[in-house]
Structure formats: C-alpha cells, structure tokens
C-alpha cells in the first residue's frame, strides 16, 4: 500500500444508497477504524473507504460485503408447531426437528419425563447453531414412551414446549399359570390371567393352540375374548402340550405355554374295537358277516350277523362297535367294499357300442364297451385272429370292471379290418366283432426305381407299376413331374391313366429327375423317383464343367489348386487347361496339364499381387465351360516372423493434456496378435486397438504426468516375434513447492521466507519461483519478487498489517499451484453408501495465527459447494455423513484462524456414495447364434466392490486374452466386454465369464453357436426318391418392439398365411442398424413362440428388425422391418443439470433466458414456476 508520497491525513467512510445506488460520505476517520451510526434497522449496506493527503482523496477501496442491520440481543424462542404429540409403531423412526433462534445464540436442553436425556446408541440429538434442533429415537421400543421437553435459554430470555410420544407395540405375553382342567378324552377346559402390558392398544383376543407330542407341531384349536377356553377335538390317549397369545392390532405376543403334559383320557374307558368284519356271502339285497370281539388278549368266540334291505347296485361297507356301561367303545376297522349284486351272471356285450365305423387315415375311433356278468368279466379284443399288440402306440385297450375301452389314434390304412371282442368268467362267455374302414391315399406307384427309356436331346419315356394298396379307393390318374436340377425346382409334365408316359420338351444337355404320383379322391399318393439323373442329351459331348477349384498352398511366387474330375462327356478327357486373373480383371492361360492329374502349381507369380485362377476340361469334342474361379489369395508367404514397421513410431515430447496417436504398420504371417506394455506393464489410460490384422492403433488423448515413460509393442505369431519401444515425456507445469513455507527474520517492513523445491519439475527445469504476499484486511494477492532458490527477503512491508504469503514454481510450461496457507486436497480413506471419510494436510503455513478449526464442504456432479461438518484444528480427518446412495460427490477443505478462512482446498476425487465392499456379481447375457465370419459380441454388466478382476474363458477352459481377432476390454468401470472377429464354426461352445475381488467370486456361461457351410458330404453320391412337394413359407407379419432397454428389444409378430405347405420349423431374427444396407442373423426362435428379445444392443445406436420363416423349403421371404427403435433405457428418473441454472442480474425490460438440459425416460414435462405461480411458455 503506497501513501502517494505525503502522509495520510484522514480516512473518508462512503455507503452505498440502497435505492440510487449512489455512493456518498457518512464518516471520516482519523485511524483506519470507524463506528457507523443512525442507521436504519433490517437494511443492507456496503461501505468503502477512501485515504486523503495534501493532494486530496485518493481512489476508493473495494466494498465490503453487504451488511445487514439487525439488533444484537433477541430473547429465546423456538418452533412449537415443530413439537406435537407422536404415535409411532415399535421399530419406526420417531423424530421431531424443532426450529429455534435468539441472540445470543441460545442453549438447548431435551428432557424426557423431567429427567435431562444423556445421549445412547438409540437417542440420538443434533443441533445446528442458532437454527434447529433434532431428537431422533432411530428404533422406538415401549419403554421410549413418555413426555418430551425442549427448553432452549439465552441471557436474553427463555422457550419450552411439551410433547408426548406414544410407542404402540405386541402386547406382552399373558400371565401364568396357564391352568388345564375338566380333562376328558375329547376336550378340556384352559384359564389365564391377561398380560402386564397390553403394548399401547386394547388386547383384541387370545389365540389357543395345541402341540400333539407325536407330531410336534403347534396348530390353532381356539380363538376367544376372555381368558377362558374350552378345547375341543382331542384325541384319546394322546399327550398334549397347550400355549396361549394375546393379540392387539400390532400383533400376537410371546406365548405362554402349559408347565406340563396333558393326556385326552376319560376317568374310565370305553370297551375296545372289535376285529374287521368279514363278508362272508351277499346278493342283491343282504351280506353275511363274522367278527372277533374285543378281548384282553385279543382272543375270544366269533359273532356273526346278516344284514339284510340292502339296495342292489349300491356300495357298502360295514363296522361293529362293542357297548359297556362306559358306552360305545372305538368302532372296527371297516370292512372290504361290497356292491349289492347277485354273485354269479353270465357275461353279456353291449352290441350297441360297437357299429361299423368309415374314417380317413389320421382320423380317430373310439369305443367305451359295457359288459355285465358276475364275477366282472376277462375282455380280450382280437384283430385278424391275433391279440391287439399292445406295443402299438396307436392302439390303447384299458379293461375295468363291467366296461372296456378301445382307443386308435392317427389311424393308417393298415387298421382297416374286423375287431373282435370276446368277455369270459366262472359262468360262461359272449363275443361280438366290429369292422373299421380307413379311407387314405393310395400307396406309391411300384416298379421301384421309376424306369426311363428312349432317351433323347428333348424326351425321354417313362415306365410303372399300380400301387399296391389302391387307399380303399379307386386310382383316378397319376401325376408325372419333372426336375432339371439346374433350377432345381419339380414341375408338372401332365397326366397318365395307364402306367406310361412320354415327357416332352427337355432341354438338351440339362440333367433331369423325375417322380410320379397315384391320385385317388384321398389325396395323391408318395412319389416313385428316378433312381439316377437323366441327362438330355444325344451322345458325345464337350467335358462337363468342373467344380470350383480348391487352393492348397501359396507363396510370394506361386499357388497350388486343385480340383475334381468332371464327365468326360462320352469322350475321354486329353488335358486341363489352368487359366489365372489378376488385378487387371484379364483371365491368360497359365499352365497345361496332363489328363490323370487334378493338382497343379502356378508359378512365376508377382509378390504382393491378388489373383484367381479356374480350370477347363478338354476332349475331342472342345474345351469344357470354364469352372468358377477359386476364392482370392494374394502372392505372398504363408509362414513369415513379424516386422514392426520402425518408420511409424518415434520418441516424443507432448504437453500435459494434449494428445498423441501412432498408426503402426505391422508385418507378418499369419497376421501377428500384438501387446503394448509401459515400464513393464500395461498401460493406464491409453486407446490401443488392434483389431484389424497388420496394424495396431495407439492413442493418449488429455495427456498426464505419469504417462511419461517407455512404451512397448510387441508382435508374436508362429515364426517368431519381434519388438520397439519408444520414449514418450509428458511435460507440464511443476508442482507445488514444498512446504512449509517457514518465515524468519520478522522486522517491521521485512520477512525472510524459507521452503522446499517442488517434486515434480514438470518435465523441464525449474527457471524460478515467483512469491506473493496478501495483506489480510483487502485480501489482495499481489507479487513482491522471484528467486532462484527457495529463499526469499521480503521488504516494503507495512508496520503492523498482517500478511500471508504463497510461493509458485516457475517453469516452461507454466507456473505451479501456488504453496500458501490452504489445506491440501481431501483423500477418501473410507466410504459406504450414505457417508465417507476424508483425511487431509494442514497447510504448510497457518497464516500467523493458530488453526481454529476447518470447514468441510461438499458438492453433488450436478450442485453447488455447500457446508457438510466442521473438525478441530487437531483433527485432520472427519465424516460426512446423509449421503444420497449413487450420488457422485467432490469435497474440499477450508483452514479458519483469528484472521479468517483459508482459500478452499483443492477438491478431491470425485467418488460415488455406495457400498465399498461388494461381493463380484455379474449381469445377464444372452446365448448368441451367428452366421460364420461375423463377430462374437459381448458387453456385460459386473457390478462389484473393489472393482473385480475380470476373466473370460474360451470353451476348452483356456483363458482369453487381447490380440489378433481377439478384442478384450475391462477398462470401463462395471462393465466388461469381449469382440472375436472373422469367426469360424471351432469358436462355438459355452464361454465362461469370472469375476473376482476380495469379496468373494462370480461366473457366468454363455453359450456360442456358429452357424456355417456344412462339410462336404461323403461319397458316393446316390440320388434316390428326391422330391420337393413344397415351398418356402410367406413373409411374417410386421414385427412390433414391445418392450426396449440400453442393450435390449423385445419383439412379437404375426405368423405368415401362407406356410409353403410343409410346417414352419423356425424363425429366423435379422437386425440392422437404422442407416445400414447389411441384415444379419442374430438368433433363432422355435416356430410355436412368434416372440423374442435381441440382446446385445449398443446404447444410443438405432436398429430395425425383420422376421424370416423357415421351413423344410428353407428360408422364405422377410417381413417388413419394424420402426426404428433407439437402444436406451425405457424408464429413466428426471434429473435437471443444476449447472446450467445460476443466479443472475439483468435490468428492467431486458431479455434474459436459461438453456437447461433436462434427461429422462420417457421425456419428462418441464414446467417452470415464478414466485410459485407457474409460467406460461413463451410466444413469438
């Protein structure tokens, strides 16, 4: 602070008028203090303050910060509608926040029950200074209840205010003894006295219940409303043990059980059960019984008796008690069932449930049969004078008393016939035959194979036998088809009524099959085929053309193919003609082979250079068709070491946040799978991609310090391995100097100032460090010089002003965080959901004054810094509790001294309120079925505390690891995900997902199908009863995304109206992104469930989808694709980022807007309120 070169006289004290704004004088001052008077109570006011000297007044100061005028003493008070009566349940919160202010800030003292409340582990009271108080009882129990007293005090005056809490609760268990009496063998008589505490409500009833001591088992035998019971239902003999429950609304109390057993007994007993009565005769009306009667030894004469009024046709059974004084004892055991009937009849069949029955194959018969006679009859049934094999699953024969039962299902031709039933007992026996007509199609036509003959260029004849079995209906006519095999599709030649016919029109040179049907009015019979393909032909031709010729091996200077003999065409074959094809798209003649041989090498080949290559078959008549070309194969070595092109990677220097990527070319066959390493292990925040073969992508995009080091790459495949690393320095700004900054030395206008280098020099030397001082009453840092080292002399200081001072190292790429009197940064040690623990460091410098306490702030992603908890100047730890779970938090310290608060410390990591100890659990994933060559695609959720290791395993149980077609990724938090590219059908099996931590582990299996060619079949090729009596199924309906997620789509559709005459046997799923021209299969659902969910979707990616049926035909056409569906989360919770909403000042008739992203699903309404009133939206 400079005095412009003359003393200063006085000080001139301004406020700013709260209604023009103006600034004008209220004061002067001849020291730098003031006291302010006749201002107006309940208003704001700013001041500032002006030097004068000789020269005049000098240039104003900063303002203060707004001053509200209030008066300094206000006696006691608090909130009372904050402190009413409360009835909670035992095990609720009960809680009461109660407002209270004053000044001086008041005293605040609970009493319950006019005792003062000690705090325990289950009451527990926070106040917050001049502002509220909170009683909380986290568990409220009975004894909790009581009259609640707040009474806060100040030197000012005094509040208070009473509350009563009332805790309802089970009531208590009734009191003993639980007295039994008036026992009987069937009930006795239980009393009671009602319980000590009834729990806050009237006691409703009393619940009895009973425990046989053979079972062990309690179970309910009365209800009542006093404590009396009578109890029913017992059973003689058995010892019981009895319990009683008092029950309230809130419940039933603990039971009060009986001291001793009880056993069901009268005081003399009843005589014992007699023995089981035996039936010794019947008939229609009466039955002869015989029993023992009851003896001590269980011995004694017979008794006998005839029932007689019995009904006929009705059931009985029988039982005999004995009868003493006592009355009647336990009845017998009862006797066997017993129809009143005669005893013996003659079998006689129902003729009227068996009629001549016409049916068509696959239709059903059925006949229920009653047969009487005495005993029941044996029923056998006979079909051409064999018993019904029961081994025939279409026929079912079930036999019961007086009745059978005849069942044939999906009848064919071969049921048809007489079925005999015949019935046999002790008196005789009756039969009764019926006759079954089945009605079908003919069999096929005989003469197996069908025979040709007279072949030509343009016909052929064909030639039959009738069918064996006509279908019991005459044959109308036959049906004869055709099949070149060139379309491969069957059509109709015409009609024959006799076994003969000429088919016409052929084509020559294409090879046909051909079929006929038997037709009657069933339906047309099974084809009879052509054993061989017929070729429509006169004789001697050129060679047929060979099939795709196969490539076996390669090199940088030729290739060796192979291929299949074709038909000769009547002529023997005299050379194979190799042609080949390059980039230019022109087929030459390459090389001339001898008939006999069916491989050859082509030489004389350009490295590097994509070719194809066909073959001709030549004899007399010419030169065949050309076959197909192979697949492409480029001229170079099969088996070569990796080469990692050096020219693409360099040692580098980059700033601190800036950005760096190398594209690395790499050689080798087959292609090398490549690793990256730095200092010897993996690299942290790096994108390395090496996915596609021959190149490996690195980039560091925001560079750090501690990316600085050597980097890696490494190339491995079967012929060896080859290596680079490369230096990468990061540079940026140094670090803080350390502390403490010691100051020594002290005189009135100068300091000496001591501290430590910085540990970081940022990558380049340090040039300097730069000191500031602050002079506590502006609080204005401002620069006082640089040195070399980290010493300093400070001078020019004022006699009696308070400083501090902060240091900053100096290099080329800038200056560091300053070394000053702020804390450092809060380091989490501990968290859980709803709290988290800080540790931090004192300043290196406490400003001159000891460190009263600090202040903990917080501050959601979305919301500003507010104030958490305080600790003590000794303390350099502290918890924030009342976390919101899943909340990302920062938080930051503030030092607090005689002179003020420090500058706020540096924020701390960002960190998540959730549990920090988390057993691995890992998400749903799909099974996957895919088209050979496409790509495995996994993204999997794992949840887990600490982060979990992640391993995939393929299905041999061999670990999965980065490289080649192979790309793993476990870098992003709670997820991991696996791509295989240009698969093949040796990747599918069932894949294994681990997850590991401290916690504890979790696996997963998922299964792969790879879907590709089959292999080529196995020889001889035999071509026999071929036939194609159907198409491919019709296009589904349009399928409907019913329900969606980030990953996820459910789908359902319509089955096609047309199945193509055979049954649809699945459908096929196809996906494709919105703006893609490729559909691919990404799953197969049987054809009875028209629904599916597709898995494995990307998030933000937009998809459609189409359904394809498939059946013997193979697949037929797609449906239309569905809308467009974007791969999100269906319901999202509204969250409004708070960082676009700030407080802002605008003048009267300004225009003034806020632009405010607001996330949800589905969108929600954003209505906004002034003043609590809403606004109407804006018009133009």
């Known amino acids: 602070m400079k005095d412009g070169g003359s003393p200063i006289e006085e000080y001139i004290i301004e406020v700013k008028d709260p209604v023009t704004k103006d600034w004008k004088q209220i004061a002067t001052s001849k020291t730098p203090s003031a006291t302010i008077t006749g201002l107006k109570e309940n208003q704001d006011y700013q001041f500032r303050v002006r030097a004068k000297n000789k020269a005049g007044p000098g240039a104003p100061s900063e303002p203060c910060e707004k001053v509200f005028t209030e008066r300094k003493f206000v006696p006691a008070w608090l909130d009372h509608d904050g402190l009413k009566n409360l009835v909670v349940k035992a095990g609720q919160t009960a809680k009461w926040i109660v407002k209270f202010g004053g000044r001086p800030p008041p005293d605040v003292f609970w009493f319950k029950n006019q005792q003062a409340i000690t705090l325990t582990s289950t009451v527990q009271i926070d106040t917050k200074k001049n502002d509220h108080t909170i009683l909380c009882i986290p568990s409220a129990v009975r004894a909790d209840r009581g009259a609640y007293q707040l009474k806060v005090k100040n030197s000012s005056g005094e509040d208070t205010e009473t509350a009563d809490l009332t805790v309802l609760d089970k009531p208590s268990k009734p009191r003993g003894p639980l007295e039994v009496s008036n026992v009987t063998e069937e009930g006795c008589d239980l009393s009671w006295k009602p319980p000590e505490d009834d729990g806050g409500e009237p006691i409703d009833h009393y619940v009895v219940e009973k425990m046989d001591a053979e079972t062990g088992k309690w179970v309910p035998c009365a209800t009542v409303k006093d404590c009396n019971a009578s109890v029913k239902g017992l059973k003689k003999g058995q010892n019981y043990q009895f319990r009683v429950k008092a029950v309230n609304k809130e419940g039933e109390s603990e039971p009060l059980v009986t001291d001793t057993g009880t056993t069901a007994k009268n005081p003399y007993d009843e005589p014992g059960k007699p023995g089981v009565p035996d039936i010794v005769d019947w008939d229609a009306n009466k039955a002869d019984l015989k029993w023992t009667p009851p003896t001590k030894d269980g011995v004694g004469p017979e008794c006998e008796a005839t029932v007689t009024g019995l009904k006929e046709g009705e059931e009985y059974e029988f039982r005999v008690k004995a009868v003493n004084k006592a009355g009647p004892g336990e009845p017998s055991d009862p006797s066997r069932k017993m129809l009143a009937k005669a005893r013996f009849q003659k079998p006689k069949i129902d003729r009227t449930a068996m009629q001549t029955v016409t049916i068509k194959v696959g239709q059903n018969v059925d006949f229920k049969v009653p047969v009487s006679g005495e005993p029941p009859p044996t029923c056998v049934w006979t079909f051409k004078d064999k018993p019904i094999d029961s081994s025939d699953p279409k026929l079912r024969i079930t036999n019961e008393d007086y009745k059978t039962n005849f069942a044939l299902r999906n009848a064919t031709r071969e049921h048809a016939g007489k079925y005999l039933l015949t019935a046999t007992n002790d008196s005789g026996v009756d039969s009764h035959a019926v006759e079954v007509i089945v009605l079908g199609k003919p069999s096929a036509p005989g003469g197996n194979p069908l025979e040709v003959s007279d072949v030509t260029a343009d016909h052929v004849t064909l030639d039959w036998k009738a069918p064996a079995d006509d279908g019991g209906v005459p044959i109308d006519h036959y049906e004869v088809e055709k099949m070149d095999l060139a379309t491969g599709r069957w059509v109709p030649c015409g009609r024959a009524t006799d ?75 005299e050379e194979f003609i190799i042609e080949k094809r390059d980039s230019n798209g022109r087929w030459v003649e390459a090389e001339h082979v001898p008939a006999g041989t069916n491989k050859a090498t082509v030489g004389g080949l350009r490295q590097g250079e994509e070719y194809q290559f066909r073959v001709l078959a030549k004899n007399k008549a010419g030169l065949s068709e050309p076959s197909d070309p192979t697949d492409s194969v480029i001229a170079k070595p099969r088996h070569l070491a990796p080469h990692i092109h050096r020219e693409d990677l360099e040692d580098s220097d980059i700033k601190v946040g800036g950005s760096i990527k190398f594209n690395v070319k790499i050689d080798g066959e087959p292609a090398p799978r490549v690793t990256w390493s730095f200092n010897g292990g993996e690299p942290q925040g790096v994108d390395i991609d090496s996915s596609v073969d021959y190149l490996s992508k690195f980039a560091i995009s925001k560079a750090v310090r501690k990316q600085s080091g050597a980097y890696t790459i490494t190339a491995t495949n079967d012929s060896g391995t080859d290596s680079v690393t490369i230096q990468l320095k990061v540079k940026g700004r140094p670090s803080a100097p350390k502390g403490p900054l010691e100051p020594s030395n002290i005189f009135e206008d100068q300091i000496t100032l001591d501290w430590k280098a910085s540990e970081d020099d940022g990558g380049d030397p340090i040039s300097h460090y730069e000191v500031e001082r602050q002079d506590t009453r502006d609080g204005i840092w401002v620069p006082v010089g640089k040195a070399q080292d980290p010493h300093f002399v400070a001078d020019g200081l004022t006699k009696g002003s308070h400083y501090r001072f902060r240091v900053k190292a100096v290099n080329a790429e800038g200056k560091s965080d300053p070394l000053d009197n702020k804390p450092g940064a809060p380091e989490a040690t501990d968290w859980d959901s709803d709290h988290v623990d800080l540790k931090w460091a004192a300043p290196s410098n406490d400003g001159g004054a000891p460190i009263e306490q600090y202040q903990i702030e917080k501050r959601s992603k979305y919301g500003r810094w507010e104030p958490a908890v305080t600790a003590p100047a000794d303390v350099l730890q502290a918890t924030v509790p009342d976390l919101t779970k899943g909340e990302e938090y920062e938080f930051r310290v503030i030092a607090v001294n005689k002179g003020g608060p420090s500058d706020p410390s540096d ?46 395993y393929y299905p041999d149980h061999s670990e999965i690891h980065q490289g080649g077609k192979v790309k793993l990724d476990n870098d992003e938090p709670n997820k991991t995900k696996l791509q295989i590219r240009s698969t093949e059908r040796s990747h599918s099996g069932v894949y294994t997902i681990k997850a590991v931590n401290e916690n504890g582990q979790d696996s997963k299996e998922v299964k792969v199908v790879v879907v590709d060619k089959p292999s080529a079949p196995e020889g001889p090729l035999n071509q026999n009863n071929c036939k194609e009596p159907y198409d491919t199924a019709g296009k589904p309906g349009k399928p409907e995304v019913t329900d969606w997620g980030k990953d996820h789509a459910d789908l359902k559709w319509t089955p096609p109206t047309d199945d193509g005459g055979a049954p649809i046997e699945e459908y096929v799923v196809e996906m494709k992104e919105k703006f893609s021209p490729q559909w691919k299969e990404v799953l197969t659902v049987p054809a009875d469930c028209p629904q599916a969910t597709v898995g494995n979707l990307h ?82």
Do not use: C
């Open 907 to 952: 924020p701390s990591k960002p960190i998540i309120a959730k549990p920090r100890n988390l057993p691995p659990k890992i998400g749903d994933v799909a099974p996957l079925k895919i088209k050979a060559g496409s790509m495995i695609n996994f993204d999997v959720a794992v949840e887990g505390e600490p982060a979990p290791t992640i391993s995939w």
């Open 499 to 573: 076994p003969h016919f000429v088919v016409g029109a052929l084509q020559a040179g294409h090879e046909y099959q051909f079929r006929v049907r038997a037709v009657n009015k069933e339906g047309e019979s099974d084809p009879l085929t052509t054993k061989d393909p017929t070729l429509a032909k006169n004789p001697f031709e050129v060679p047929d053309k060979i099939e795709k010729p196969a490539v076996l091996d390669w090199d940088k200077d030729h290739v060796d193919i192979e291929w299949k003999t074709p038909n000769d065409g009547g002529a023997p074959i």
């Open 1099 to 1180: 998030e933000g990616e937009e998809y459609e989808f189409r359904i394809v049926a498939k059946n013997k035909a193979g697949k037929g056409t797609p449906s239309d694709p569905s809308d467009a569906i974007m791969a999100k989360d269906r319901n999202v919770p509204p969250v409004i980022d708070r960082s676009a909403l700030e407080e802002i000042r605008v003048k009267a008739g300004q225009t003034f807007q806020f632009d405010v992203p607001v996330s949800g699903e589905p969108p929600p309404p954003v209505p906004g309120t002034l003043a609590e009133e809403p606004l109407n939206r804006m018009t133009e």
